[in-house]
């Protein structure tokens, strides 16, 4: 259902370029950079929702059969426990909310030097969200 959504958006996205490449108007470029935020952001919750869906299967019930002469050994996610589940949740989650934070930066305007800092700060906190969820490999 997420992902009909997300077509919907996609046919919108594709009149508005339509739109844009007839007019050319500044409100109609800034709606569709909105709408295709909004595209990513609707992607990624169905992803979010396959990854729990299809982990919760391996991790309970079976490995999922996949293609014949696939080299995934019948493990799409590699999911050994609750934990690398979390984990691969938590990263697409965090992807979702860097693009709702791309999106509310889109719709503001700052009013003074300290809506600057204080964007300035989000970003940063987001770069070391980033940074910690990186995976580290262990050196032996």
Do not use: C, Q, W
Request: hydrophobic share 55%.
């Amino acid at each position: 259902m997420v992902f009909v959504a997300g077509l919907k958006d996609l046919l919108h996205m594709l009149h508005l370029i339509v739109d844009y490449t007839e007019i050319g108007t500044m409100s109609i470029r800034n709606e569709l950079v909105l709408v295709v935020i909004e595209i990513l952001d609707t992607f990624l919750l169905g992803a979010v929702l396959l990854i729990f869906a299809f982990g919760l299967y391996e991790l309970f019930i079976s490995n999922l059969k996949v293609a014949n002469g696939s080299d995934s050994e019948g493990k799409i996610l590699n999911i050994s426990s609750i934990e690398s589940l979390k984990t691969k949740l938590g990263k697409v989650i965090l992807m979702m909310l860097i693009i709702k934070l791309f999106a509310y930066f889109s719709k503001i305007e700052p009013e003074s030097a300290l809506d600057l800092v204080y964007m300035s700060v989000s970003v940063v906190l987001v770069a070391l969200a980033l940074m910690l969820t990186k995976s580290r490999k262990k050196t032996s």
